[in-house]
């Protein structure tokens, strides 16, 4: 059961901060598609972090979320590019023709939601 402390500092960061966190957000991402689990990730976090060292760890709220924002749009990236090292540089696409990973790079980031 969480900390009625707990709670209400998550609720008290989250309020103030929620908006310039998806616009930070908003502004890193590639995809429209990934902003939510990105956001949610991010307080998911702080909710945890909060948990587990008690309700008075984080002083500054604003700069403490933006900074486990842009870990997580870090790393949410640069999986693409791990990635690389771990399977074929070209595979074969829908129209049965090779294509390099960089195209599909180029695809995925390209696609509209």
Known sequence: MS?????????EIYDSTSKAVLA???A???RTADINDIFQNTYLELYQVLRKRGADYVTNGNAFILRI???KIARH???LKRLRFFISMTT???DGE???LSD?????FSETY
């Open 3 to 11: 900390n009625p402390n707990t709670v209400s500092r998550f609720d």
């Open 24 to 26: 930070f957000i908003t």
């Open 28 to 30: 890193k991402c590639g």
């Open 69 to 71: 924002a842009k870990r």
């Open 77 to 79: 990236y640069s999986l």
């Open 92 to 94: 074969t696409n829908e």
């Open 98 to 100: 090779e294509a390099e």
């Open 104 to 108: 599909l790079e180029a695809d995925a």
